[in-house]
């Protein structure tokens, strides 16, 4: 569950965003509507896109590789990183935010969107007209659930008070803790489901990514700090004790990473994301992967012996989170 939206999902969602976006996806469309119908039938029912992937292409395909099941899953999107014509837009102006609703809802081809994100906080906009202008869908029938993106624990109690934040979806994972600080504690409190994106660091602590991996040209992770080649030779120690971990649990690094999170509470809900189906099998493996007090101590006590290496973004993209 979700907090206390009443919105019941899978453990583990899928993020659909490097099927076509940002990570220069070498699947054509065929194969990835496939690999997001296996997610259905290895029992995933949250699905992640937003507005800006492609942009709008992503929406796409989620809507067509999900219109067979749809009554049976949970579909998330965003807003306000683009305008109604796709160009680069911060602005969750009401008005925009209820024409580029429409415009999902017709890309998805459903009549309501199961979850609507705020993508990044609108500093031009108050939260709570944000908050009234999804409160006004939800009462058309649009939208199901509210949610907010890298948002700061101030602002999730403000749009809160105004309509229930059903889901916060930030970056969190075991090189990434900040939303433990001050985020999930607002979200304990009142109630509202977290959702971790990039919960395997862009998919580094998956293990298959080293000093020597060169990435895609349009791949994003070669603007990313901690994704120089300096970083990830430093960042490498910590991907080597949760192997060390893992091969007594018989997990993978992906495994351990991913049930730490699920360890966190019962309200976290992370979506990795994937194009490979035997990867996707893998994460998922990790909603069965137990561990005892012992093991997320050792998984504690590995982290805290590795210092991160790399901001996650260039300084003008981290200016935009956690509002």
Partial sequence: MLGLSGLEVSALGLGCMGLSYHRSANLDRDEAIALIREAVDLGVTLFDTAQVYGPFTNEQLVGDALAPVRDHVVVATKFGEVDVDGRPVVSSQPELIKQTTDASLARLGVETIDLLYQHRVDPEVPIEEVAGAVRDLIAQGKVRYFGLSEAGAQTIRRAHAIQPVAAVQSEYSLWWRRPENEVLPVCEELGIGFVPYSPLGRGFLAGAIDEHTTFDHADNRNTLPRFTVEARKANQ?????????????????????????LARATWVVPIPGTTKVHRLQENLRAATTQLTSGDLAEIEHAASEVTIVGDRYPAELEQKTNH
């Fill in 237 to 261: 120690a910590l991907v080597d004790r949760l192997r060390t971990l893992g091969e007594r649990k018989g997990a993978t690094p992906a495994q351990l990473a991913l049930a730490w999170l």
